[in-house]
């Protein structure tokens, strides 16, 4: 139902890493012919589970584009250039270098905010 993406970077002893924090607001449609009762505890499971897929996905798509495309379509120089010029212009002869190897963790934070069967 919402989602909001924030990126930030780091930039120690010549290392470049990256962090996208994820915070996710869904709504979870029951089978009504299934239909069993989510407890609140099963349903923290479900949250921690689809953070866990999110993350895992998020972070292969990214690797997958720094090896196979090496094309920057997330936007991380322009994060750089915005936030430190001087550093941007340190780095960017090497970024298409520097892009294949940067470190990225992605971290969700998912909101399960309606259900039918326990709201």
Known sequence: SKSSTKTSYTYENDELSFAI???LHVLLGEDQIL????????LNEIQKKAEKKLNEEVENIIKMVQSDFNTDIFGFSNIIYRKNPKLWNKIRKDWKNIFKTVSVKVKSDITIDNTAFIK
């Open 21 to 23: 924090n994820i915070d």
């Open 35 to 42: 239909r069993t009762d989510i407890t609140t505890k099963k």
